[in-house]
């Protein structure tokens, strides 16, 4: 059995383990919105500005919405987020990718 110093020093290295892996996420999480993002805003503004959308650029947001999708499906399952806040950001990307109908 461990005495009082060494179970002290374990809790705070796996602590210290811990806050780094739900950092990872959570930064990779607002990264990939932010990406995701301005890939809709590119979009948007070509079909404003009438012209063709390229099927690399349409693959490109999907890709990324998918990624984007899985990671913070990843987060809920390692309970870095919770799950109704997971809901609220899948939706709200849902959302604005079905408005420009991709």
């Not at 602590?15 to 892996?21: C, F, I, T």
């Not at 301005?38 to 500005?49: A, D, E, P, R, V």
């Not at 999708?69 to 959302?95: G, L, P, Y």
Request: net charge positive; proline share 0%; aromatic share 2%.
């Amino acid at each position: 059995m461990m005495n009082k110093k060494q179970k002290n020093r374990k809790i705070v290295q796996q602590n210290k383990r811990n806050r780094m892996v739900n950092r990872r996420y959570s930064s990779t999480i607002k990264s990939l919105t932010k990406l995701c993002q301005g890939k809709i805003k590119n979009l948007t503004t070509l079909i404003k500005q009438d012209l063709k959308l390229s099927e690399a650029s349409i693959l490109d947001a999907n890709k990324i919405r998918n990624t984007l999708t899985s990671f913070i499906d990843k987060a809920v399952k390692k309970q870095v987020i919770q799950k109704n806040t997971a809901a609220r950001k899948k939706s709200k990307i849902s959302k604005i990718f079905q408005k420009i109908k991709i």
